[in-house]
């Protein structure tokens, strides 16, 4: 985030008024195949308030602004303190945390709209609550774990370097919410889970890629991921737009972990030419 | 393990996807982007060559000379027409079709993410799409001699180098400059069509040399990758610089000077140059 967007934000904070009525426009889905449309709807907002404060408030008394009586508005959420990923959305085109979206900050203003959107991304269960499991597919695809478990003890592993550890530290901290690939020109909506061994990985999982081949047991399937990230949907379908590492609320240094990668492929590339 | 497994159902498009990436990665640069600057430079050389000047001459006569000597040059090379196929001819069309069907594969979303990266993304695709268009209009009509594309029926000459391709740009044809043509609007469509088509291959270039360190992992640190990125922004300008002044060079060139100089310039080297002006 630029320093700009910081300080407009914060000037928002400090000019909006506790009590003012913000307009929440809702992109609504019934289920799985059936129509979208909007529905608008009247919150008063406190001070703190955030997109999931409102959509309780909408939840307790799902009246539209036309006053029209509807269903509660769906969403999913956990920590409420961006962490656990669960409440990702788009808000005003964008895609991010809605638990830690301030009113504040997107509507200072009396009367000022915020639209929600579900994550274009994934397949919509309900309004705003998508099914993110394409990710947890991804993880499984490209083996993105420490291989230890066996029948038999196989005593303490190697030891790493403090380094080695901070490097990693931030990779770890993904929170599979999929913003990176919400934003991804490259990452496609793919309802059905028959193209999900051959469609693009997306950043998320580049990221744990590299995460457990940085690993010195992680990296015992190392060829293994690389093998994957050399396929279809592997690294090399990456375009470089690298929307992934600006909408990451983790700060995950993705691009530079796609390039890493890209560095892995080639010389695993030239090793299975020359030597295997 | 099962990457063994997964093989077993895969095309032989998917087993070689890497190869095919990284061959589409590497012809981009080499040989399409290694040629794209010689070639650049030598057109350019109409502007350049001016700076050889002798005494006594004509403001233009050292470029005009001086262009028709490279294309000459080019043209003496042996087994021209096979450099052609296997350096240039096949890779572009490798590079351009697996570059049409990379393109499908992405959805630009500029609208809503319009950062500078992922405006690069996008017009990464835009300039292929009319990239391809361009370079086949642009050999179609200079090397195939299509001349029914060309306004005016104009057709590039060899011997004349300069001078024909002044005409190209103007789409008039000798006879109508004599009748006091000087650009039809044809000539405007192609001269236009060229800025465009040039400066976006040029884009195209640099662009893509910047994403290629990426793609092969040259550049890592984000640090790197700006370092790079001035690198290639550089390049690309140089390389604008030399499109736009062999361009203008050319749409300012008058045919007829360009002619009486290339008549000249050809006296000198023996009856075969007589060919060309038989034509006419
Ligand atoms: C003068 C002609 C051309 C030159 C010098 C050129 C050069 C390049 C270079 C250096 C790259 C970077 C490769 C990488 O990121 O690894 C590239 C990428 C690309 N080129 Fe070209 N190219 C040319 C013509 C074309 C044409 C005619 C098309 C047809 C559509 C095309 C489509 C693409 C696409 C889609 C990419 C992006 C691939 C990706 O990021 O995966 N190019 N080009
Ligand atoms: S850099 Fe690659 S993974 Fe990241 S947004 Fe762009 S195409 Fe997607
Ligand atoms: S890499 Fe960042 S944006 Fe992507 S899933 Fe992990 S935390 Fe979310
Ligand atoms: S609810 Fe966990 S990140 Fe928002």
Not at chain 2, 183 to 202: E, H, Q, W
Request: aromatic content about 10%.
């Amino acid at each position: 985030m630029t320093t700009t967007d910081h300080a407009a934000r914060a000037a928002a904070r400090r000019s909006a008024k506790p009590g003012r009525k913000v307009l929440i426009r809702v992109k609504r889905c019934e289920g799985p195949g059936k129509p979208s449309r909007f529905e608008t709807f009247a919150v008063t907002i406190e001070r703190g308030a955030n997109i999931i404060s409102c959509l309780q408030q909408i939840a307790a008394n799902p009246v539209t602004v036309e006053g029209t009586r509807t269903t509660p508005v769906v969403w999913d959420s956990g920590c409420l303190e961006e962490v656990c990923g669960a409440c990702t959305m788009i808000i005003n085109g964008k895609v991010r945390q809605s638990c830690s979206c301030l009113i504040d900050e997107y509507a200072p203003a009396e009367g000022d709209v915020i639209t929600l959107e579900p994550m274009s991304k994934f397949p919509v269960v309900r309004d705003l609550w998508v099914d993110r499991s394409r990710m947890f597919h991804n993880l499984k695809r490209l083996r993105a774990w420490v291989p230890i478990d066996g029948t038999y003890s196989l005593g303490a592993g190697p030891r790493e370097s403090p380094d080695a550890q901070e490097a990693r530290y931030k990779l770890s901290t993904c929170m599979t919410c999929g913003c990176c690939l919400d934003a991804c020109p490259q990452f496609l909506l793919a309802e059905s889970p028959a193209s999900w061994d051959t469609s693009f990985v997306g950043a998320q999982a580049f990221g744990q890629a590299l995460l457990f081949n940085s690993h010195s047991t992680g990296a015992q399937l190392k060829n293994d991921r690389l093998e994957v990230l050399m396929g279809p949907g592997g690294v090399v379908d990456c375009g470089n737009a690298q929307n992934c590492v600006k909408v990451c609320p983790k700060e995950i240094p993705l691009t530079e972990a796609i390039a890493s990668l890209g560095r892995a492929v080639t010389i695993r590339g030239f090793t299975r030419f020359f030597t295997s | 393990m099962t990457t063994a497994h997964t093989q077993s159902h895969q095309g032989p498009l998917d087993r070689n996807y890497f190869l095919l990436r990284r061959l589409h990665s590497l012809t981009g640069v080499v040989p399409i982007g290694v040629f794209l600057l010689f070639h650049l430079t030598t057109n350019a050389s109409v502007v350049w060559g001016m700076l050889d000047s002798r005494e006594g001459e004509a403001l233009r006569e050292r470029g005009v000379r001086t262009f028709q000597n490279e294309v000459d040059f080019i043209h003496s090379t042996p087994f021209l027409f096979l450099v052609e196929i296997f350096g240039l001819w096949l890779p572009i069309a490798f590079h351009s079709i697996l570059g049409l069907y990379y393109a499908k594969t992405g959805k630009g979303n500029t609208a809503s993410y319009g950062w500078a990266a992922n405006r690069r993304y996008s017009l990464q695709r835009l300039s292929g799409y009319v990239g391809v268009l361009f370079l086949f209009y642009h050999v179609a009509t200079l090397r195939w001699h299509w001349t029914f594309l060309m306004p005016g029926g104009v057709a590039w000459d060899g011997e004349r180098a300069a001078s024909t391709l002044a005409l190209v740009l103007r789409g008039a044809s000798e006879a109508a400059l004599e009748a006091g043509a000087s650009y039809t609007l044809g000539g405007v469509i192609v001269s236009l069509f060229y800025m465009l088509g040039v400066s976006l291959l040029v884009y195209h270039f640099a662009n893509g040399l910047w994403t290629a360190a990426i793609t092969w992992g040259l550049t890592i640190s984000q640090k790197a990758q700006q370092r790079w990125g001035v690198v290639c922004a550089g390049l690309g300008v140089a390389l604008m610089a030399l499109a736009w002044s062999s361009l203008l060079g050319f749409m300012t060139l008058d045919p007829k000077d360009a002619a009486a100089i290339e008549r000249s310039h050809s006296g000198h080297k023996g009856p075969a140059m007589q060919l060309g002006d038989s034509q006419h």
